[in-house]
């Protein structure tokens, strides 16, 4: 699953973000950061495409790689907004209709996430320059062949 293009496509056609809001890769917090420098945008749902995981053995004794994954709902507050209380609401919903969509996906594909009977999130009070938001973490996983062969050693 490649979940940049997933959340590149949710951005691109829910109906709340496909005019609004711009879609971002970034690599952690400080190029997150970089990105809301951005003038031209106001509105950006990102997701940040670092790789970090780990391998874990399943239940049925097969080797999985585990993916996580942050995903940031984050929105420009001008001078003059003073109660940044709508727009954390707006993301809030937008968090909403993106989980129920995750749900919807999953029954169709049971591959295509690992994911709890909790999607967690953080809202995100300040972040940036005069920005907040919210986001949440989901993971991918992925079966891996992890057996040994002798010809790769010496």
Same mark, same amino acid.
């Given at each position: 699953?490649?979940? #940049?293009?997933? /959340?590149?496509?949710?951005?691109? %056609? ?8 711009? /879609?971002?890769?970034?690599?952690? !917090?400080?190029? !997150? ?8 945008? %106001? ?5 940040? *495409?670092?790789?970090? +995981? ?7 004794? +097969? &080797? $999985?790689?585990?993916? &996580?994954?942050?995903? $940031?709902?984050?929105? *420009?507050?001008? *001078? ?20 129920? *969509? ?5 029954? #169709?594909?049971?591959?295509? /996430? ?13 972040? +940036?320059?005069?920005?907040? +938001?919210?986001? /949440? ?6 079966? %891996? ?10």
């Amino acid at each position: 699953m490649d979940i #940049i293009a997933y /959340f590149q496509n949710i951005c691109n %056609t829910l109906v709340d973000t496909r005019d609004t809001y711009t /879609f971002a890769k970034v690599s952690g !917090l400080s190029h !997150l950061e970089e990105v809301l420098d951005d003038r031209k945008s %106001t509105r950006w749902l990102a997701v940040d *495409k670092s790789q970090d +995981g780990n391998s874990y053995r399943g239940g049925n004794g +097969g &080797f $999985f790689e585990r993916r &996580f994954h942050t995903v $940031f709902l984050i929105f *420009k507050m001008t *001078k003059r907004d003073q109660d940044h209380e709508p727009g954390m609401n707006e993301v809030r919903t937008i968090y909403k209709k993106i989980h129920s *969509k995750i749900i919807h996906d999953r029954k #169709i594909n049971q591959d295509m /996430f690992f994911m709890d009977e909790e999607l967690r999130f953080n809202e995100i009070e300040y972040i +940036g320059d005069n920005c907040a +938001g919210l986001m /949440f973490h989901l993971t991918n996983d992925e079966a %891996t062949d992890l057996r040994y062969n002798p010809d790769d050693w010496s």
